[in-house]
């Protein structure tokens, strides 16, 4: 690869290559080399998960392996006792492994904190105290509102550990989001941090809490994790910093064993309307799930492998594949705290080559940002070590999987694309990279145990090569087991469709004559951006909540770096100006609500929306216009004329740099 040109030409040559086989040194060594695997699965799923959780620890053993008397609230590992912090870390260091390294964490600045599984069940216990002692216990939900320091993973398996179901929120949420998820949740106790850092700033987090906390009378405790210093006031009885808490608290805490169907988490995630959802996951069945998974789709050596997935905790990614899936597993791992640019474009690659990292899980939209910033910055380290790669969260582009296969991997690691949600917990759809071929832009085949189908609106399976919405046919250990408080909603967004065991992905997909799925993007009004998920209604109710603002309608829109970004179709009050003062203040506005992440890329000044006779916006319609695609059938529109408005309005958009 001497030069840019030579590079193009050589992804060129592999976009043409339909299959790529898994490179052969790699197949010698995998755990996984043939499809035997799937077909014992397919013989017996049930009895085969079962088989898979016997890997775990448990006090006391299941009596059903599967109980789906209550479909769709199904049971997995029935009767079964576990501890979920106790299968991460105690085990581990009962077998010897106390002095494996379980985080290398590497700060923005480049501090480098060095955590064995023995410091690591250390710190838990004494969290898991100092929880204990302000009266959390079993069944009371913790927030976690943490950046990307060890102490996000000592508090969710402190929470673990006493059967505290926690409830993360993606640090790059704003205090309000921070608020309402709380609110719904009944919190009784937060943990958070005095300040986070983001490309060599500091900004405030514990006081920005404080600002939203009134009015959440449950929430008892807040506990604070010294970061960057900056100041913040702590309220007598009810705020704590989190290193005296720990200090003061006993060194022991015994992991108490919990039913498999414990509430571990909570995790709220976007759906079709303003209101997230609480996806909430069991303990014995998720361990299993993500503890397999992480295992056989990475190919783990534990004793030799370092792993490396730069997301955040505060999405399903991190909790089953950075926190748990990892740690089930005994494995080694690097974490990040900064952004990828900073302090330069390479880091990953160079904490890839500083902590011989060997298996490396990202997004697309990350790799089209790495592919943009130029092969010489991945180049001029040696990532030789590198014998894995994995692309999760959005449809990866075949130029992508190229580069990521060319340039990140030398052309000798396998790349497995993975299919999964925040719903279904574990991955789902994949390839194994010792045993199946890859197709770029597929994600491959289901896992053993797995079964999906694509179907018409009626629920019929499509012929191959047919696009069609996308099912999963049976209940799979890892799955949501409800929506927190919200069961009937948990009914009717998956299951109402086709009734169970047919559960509503929600996903559009296509299978092809090979039996690999394509999967398209979303069917409802939910937005992939960046392989974050976020909902029109979401940020239409932020945008509507701005006293200039009288009406607005958002849909996704295709972008060549995030995958979609948001439109914003918005209808200002009378006397005020659409202009890029306004579109700037609208834009900080979403950011304040929800986070910076939701803010509409492009906002189009519209004097009326497109309705129906009944009133109902035509976000058909809006896609056509946002796409710059030919406009769909209008004849059901009360004015037909807006349409052509609104095309005018394009020009006079306000979009970000
Ligand atoms: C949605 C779930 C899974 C963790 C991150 C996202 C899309 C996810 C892929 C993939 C194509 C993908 C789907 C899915 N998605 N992975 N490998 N190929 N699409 O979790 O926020 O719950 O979003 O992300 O549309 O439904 P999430």
């Known amino acids: 690869m001497a030069d840019a040109s030579q590079l193009e030409a050589d992804l060129e040559a592999l976009l043409q290559q339909e299959w790529f086989e898994p490179p052969a040194d790699f197949v010698r060594d995998a755990l996984i080399t ?15 998960w079962e088989e898979q959780a016997r890997a775990l620890d448990w006090a006391q053993p299941w009596t059903r392996g599967l109980v789906d008397d209550d479909a769709p609230f199904y049971r ?64 009371d939900v913790v927030g976690i509102y943490l950046p990307m320091i060890p102490e996000v993973v000592v508090a969710m398996l402190a929470c673990a550990r006493i059967g505290a179901p926690h409830n993360v929120v993606f640090g790059g949420f704003s205090a309000e989001s921070v608020h309402e998820r709380m609110a719904f949740s009944n919190a009784s106790a937060l ?176 790799i089209r940002a790495c592919m943009k910033w130029g092969a010489e910055l991945v180049q001029e380290h040696d990532l030789s070590k590198l014998r894995l790669l994995g692309s999760v969260g959005e449809p990866i582009n075949p130029k992508a999987w190229a580069w990521y296969w060319l340039v990140v991997g ?19 759809i994949t390839t194994l990279p010792g045993a199946q071929r890859m197709k770029p832009g597929s994600a491959g085949t289901p896992l053993p145990g797995m079964r999906a189908s694509v179907v018409d609106e009626e629920g019929r399976e499509v012929q191959r090569d047919t696009q069609g919405l996308l099912t999963l046919d049976r209940p799979w250990p890892g799955m949501l087991r409800t929506l927190y ?37 979303r069917v409802d009004d939910v937005i992939n951006v960046s392989g974050h998920r976020l909902s029109t209604a979401e940020v239409e109710s932020a945008l509507v909540s701005h006293p200039k603002v009288a009406e607005a309608a958002v849909v996704g829109q295709s972008d060549e770096d995030t995958g979609q970004a948001i439109c914003a179709f918005v209808t200002l009050r009378d006397e005020v100006t659409g202009d890029d003062a306004m579109a700037l203040d609208l834009r900080d506005h979403v950011a304040h609500r929800i986070g910076k992440l939701a803010r509409p890329k492009r906002i189009i000044w519209a004097g009326e929306l497109p309705k129906t006779r009944s009133g109902k916006i035509m976000r058909r319609l809006l896609k056509d216009i946002a796409e710059g695609r030919e406009i769909g059938d209008v004849t059901t529109l009360r004015d037909p004329d807006v349409m052509g408005q609104l095309t005018q309005a394009m020009r006079g958009r306000g979009d970000e740099d």
Request: proline residues 5%.
């Open 191 to 366: 943990i958070t941090v005095d300040g986070a850092r983001r490309k060599g700033r500091t900004a405030p987090v514990k006081s920005e809490v404080d600002r939203v906390m009134d009015g959440l009378t449950h929430l008892e405790t807040i506990l604070v994790v010294r970061h960057t210093g900056v100041a913040c006031e702590m309220r007598d009885g009810r705020d704590l910093w989190w290193d005296e808490a720990l200090a003061a608290a006993a060194p022991e805490c015994p992991a108490e064993p919990f039913d498999s169907e414990h509430p571990l988490f909570i995790l709220y995630s976007s759906g079709s309307t303003a209101k997230p959802k609480g996806i909430q996951h069991t303990t014995g069945g998720y361990l299993t799930g993500i503890a397999w998974s992480f295992k056989h789709v990475f190919d783990l050596k534990p004793e030799t492998d370092v792993y490396f997935c730069p997301a955040d905790v505060g999405w399903i990614t991190g909790h089953s594949y950075i926190v748990y899936g990892p740690l089930a597993n005994g494995a080694t791992s690097v974490m990040y705290e900064g952004a990828p640019d900073y302090p330069n474009q390479g880091i990953w690659w160079e904490l890839c080559e500083r902590y011989g990292v060997t298996i490396f899980y990202t997004a697309p939209t990350a």
């Open 410 to 428: 030398g052309g000798r690691c396998p790349i497995v694309d993975t299919w999964w949600q925040t719903e279904t917990g574990q991955m789902v």
């Open 34 to 48: 043939d499809l035997s695997v799937h077909e014992a699965a397919e013989r017996d799923p049930v009895g085969w």
């Open 76 to 139: 997995w590992f029935e009767g079964g006792k576990l501890n979920l912090s106790h299968n991460c870390l105690d085990r581990h260091v009962a077998a010897g492994l106390g002095e494996r390294v379980a985080l290398h964490w590497h700060g923005e600045e480049g501090e480098i904190r060095t955590i064995t599984y023995a410091q690591l069940l250390a710190d838990v216990e004494r969290c898991a105290n100092a929880l204990k002692a302000r009266g959390v216990g079993a069944g």
């Open 485 to 521: 408080r919200e069961p009937d909603r948990y009914v009717s967004g998956y299951w109402e469709r086709f009734g169970a065991p047919t559960y509503l992905v929600g996903d559009a997909s296509r299978q092809d004559h090979d039996g690999y799925f394509w999967v398209i993007g």
